[in-house]
């Protein structure tokens, strides 16, 4: 059976015969399960979107009703595919081809691929009712997404002209103000010589940002038109004009693979009492399925050693060959108290050591400390694997680099922050999204990268940065809604920059139901909390980041994340003491200074407030209360009025060229205006 829902909707077999349901609602109830199908959907869930209006128990009669009339239509033939019981309606894909099942597709794409995308999803069941209405409309923008992005991937990867002349104009049929494909389409023609088809398509472009209320395109598309209309022989290139040089052009080697690292769990042994080999096996399972919810890691388990214990090498031929990894881990009992160590093994290296831990605990209950251990070990291999994977590609040369390479490149150039290796980590992740546009990874990095940008104080545009990383970040979650870094990202965007803490506490529980081990996501709904007043809960999660990864390459982002619960508690040497420990961690970082900053003022420290204000002014020499009062997104009028009182007794200007205490306080022993001499100097402190 085949079930079409672009456009009009058509349900029929190998045959032509129509298993249409007469009534729209019954086909709106087949819509719901085809697009969730093989998942079940509640019931509930079903009758609420349907009929709204009215009452529990009609809506239940009346969903009754068009389940019947679906179980007649499908008949014997057909009725197998649907399954319904007292809670969920499920429809069963196995003999079912659903045209929106490339939303699904992983690739690789054949040239067909965008096909169904030029009709709208549904189009003959608007207007059923107004909660199907909201559920249709962010249906088809989550296909006009997944289709754009299937459309850019096959941009970067199609070379011959005509072909990407066509698939330019799909990606339009999808996104009519998509500038990347109008650019595309004006350079074709104009690399064929023909000027007048680059103007009119360039006219086209500007026609439909009209539409829009765009009164002009962006100044790249400005100036290709400006190029091709003054100099016809310098023929413009079929790709984007490059990104400033920070780096020199990379040559991508985009036949790798950019599956995750192969790691292999052995399974934990016991070093003399045997009565801990039920500890020791629960101990290998928990850190396995800890380690597969990390979606760069490829997790596999089984034994690597030979008699005595030794690794056996990959050279002879073992196990190994197949992974990048190892990880091993013993256990070693002293009456009631345990040792546990593990160690993580580069493969590739010899069995180069690459992190090693040791744990002792005392046994209570052994449930809690294999959930404990598992958890702790789990949250430090990610970070340690980042840093070395990093480092391993350092030199490399660059047609070597894959698309995970490149990510891994940029990630300590962006934790660093110093702004030139900042813009270079940029350069990285746009490369390895030009290697692999489906990478839910690589754009959630990006997302991070522009909220950096903008909390620095470095973005000459905030509001377009922040656009980019909304963008950016609703791409990762819809590319794998199952990637829980994609998905704290994209609520630490929603949070910070679009302000909607709401919106982000439900982006974060997600994904730390799909990765409890993952402890960025700890402090980043940590933060939303704080955001919306719910300060002890915002310290319990950020202190459940720093237990699981203590030497987290972020670990200076989860101290200052601490700073603002505790100032809104009114724990002001709290937030002094976890201020200095941020700066301590990394000096560049603009964030850890503020709420520092404002906590000291409300104690009268103005000594130690006039150093870290002089600190904060050359590394961000537009920052005043009133920039403050914009950027920062507490929702509680209270906790803005504490932060900003703070801040003015500190020393801040209220706004740009106006102080807000006398000029004698922000003077040091010399008379120096520590603020005009911070904003003038171009170094780092």
């Not at 006398?662 to 780092?684: H, K, M, R």
Request: hydrophobic share 45%; net charge neutral.
């Amino acid at each position: 059976m085949a079930l079409r829902l672009f456009g009009h909707m058509a349900v029929e077999d190998h045959n032509g015969r129509s298993y249409l349901p007469r009534t729209r609602k019954t086909r709106a109830v087949l819509a719901i399960l085809a697009l969730a199908s093989p998942k079940p959907v509640l019931r509930l869930s079903v009758a609420a979107l349907l009929w709204s209006r009215r009452e529990k128990e009609q809506a239940r009669a009346s969903l009754r009703q068009s389940v019947h009339e679906l179980q007649d239509v499908l008949g014997f033939n057909w009725g197998h595919l649907f399954a319904a019981d007292r809670h969920n309606l499920t429809l069963r894909g196995e003999a079912v081809t659903i045209d929106a099942a490339v939303l699904a597709q992983r690739g690789p794409y054949g040239p067909d691929i965008l096909a169904p995308f030029k009709d709208t999803l549904l189009e003959d069941l608007s207007g059923l009712d107004p909660a199907f209405d909201r559920w249709l409309k962010e249906e088809r923008a989550r296909v006009a997404r997944i289709g754009c992005s299937i459309a850019e991937g096959l941009l970067v990867r199609t070379e011959d002209p005509a072909s990407r002349l066509a698939v330019a104009e799909q990606l339009l049929l999808i996104e009519r103000t998509h500038e990347g494909a109008w650019r595309t389409i004006i350079r074709i023609h104009a690399e064929r010589g023909d000027r007048s088809m680059a103007v009119a398509a360039y006219d086209r472009c500007r026609a439909a940002l009209a539409e829009t209320g765009v009164a002009r395109p962006s100044l790249e598309t400005e100036e290709l038109v400006a190029r091709i209309r003054g100099d016809t022989a310098a023929t413009p290139q079929s790709d984007p004009p490059p990104a400033p040089a920070l780096l020199p052009p990379f040559h991508i080697d985009t036949r790798r693979d950019r599956a995750s690292l192969r790691l292999r769990v052995t399974p934990v042994r016991t070093l003399g009492d045997a009565a801990d080999d039920g500890l020791a096996a629960g101990l290998t399972e928990e850190i396995s399925a800890g380690l597969s919810r990390f979606r760069w890691i490829s997790c596999v388990s089984g034994s690597l050693w030979g008699n005595g214990g030794a690794i056996i090498s990959p050279e002879a031929g073992s196990p190994a060959d197949d992974v990048d990894f190892v990880l091993d881990g013993t256990i070693q009992r002293s009456g009631a108290r345990l040792r546990i160590t593990s160690r993580l093994m580069d493969i590739r290296a010899g069995g180069e050591i690459v992190w090693a831990g040791r744990f002792d605990r005392e046994v209570t209950d052994t449930l809690r400390l294999q959930d404990e251990i598992g958890a702790a070990i789990v949250a430090r291999i990610d970070p340690e694997l980042m840093s070395h994977e990093a480092r391993r590609t350092v030199g490399r040369q660059r047609g070597d680099l894959s698309a995970q390479d490149l990510l891994l490149q940029a990630l300590p150039r962006l934790y660093r922050l110093e702004r030139p290796a900042f813009l270079e980590a940029r350069r990285l992740l746009e490369a390895s999204l030009h290697s692999d546009p489906a990478s839910s990874i690589a754009h959630g990095w990006l997302a991070q990268w522009n909220l950096l940008y903008v909390g620095q104080g470095w973005a000459d545009d905030p509001a377009k940065c922040a656009a980019e990383a909304a963008e950016l970040a609703e791409r990762a979650v819809t590319l794998d809604a199952a990637d829980a870094r994609a998905l704290t990202l994209a609520g630490h965007v929603r949070g910070y920059l679009g302000r909607s803490p709401e919106e982000a506490l439900a982006l974060h529980d997600r994904a730390l139901s799909l990765n409890p081990n993952l402890a960025v996501a700890w402090c980043f709904s940590g933060l939303a909390y704080a955001y919306v007043g719910q300060h002890k809960e915002a310290l319990s999660r950020i202190a459940q980041a720093r237990r699981l990864s203590p030497s987290d390459p972020h670990i200076y982002f989860f101290e200052m994340a601490m700073i603002m619960p505790h100032l809104m508690r009114g724990e002001y040497e709290a937030a002094i003491e976890v201020g200095r420990r941020a700066i301590q961690l990394n000096p560049l970082f603009t964030s850890a200074y503020k709420g520092y900053l404002s906590a000291l003022g409300h104690l009268g420290r103005m000594r130690e407030a006039r150093d870290v204000l002089r600190r904060l002014m050359v590394l961000e020499p537009g920052f005043s209360v009133e920039a403050a009062m914009h950027r920062v997104p507490l929702q509680r009028p209270e906790d803005m009025q504490r932060y900003a009182d703070g801040l003015r007794r500190a020393g801040l200007r209220e706004a740009n060229g106006v102080s807000a205490r006398p000029v004698a306080v922000l003077l040091d022993q010399s008379g120096i205006d520590l603020v005009s001499a911070a904003q003038q100097s171009p170094a780092a402190p």
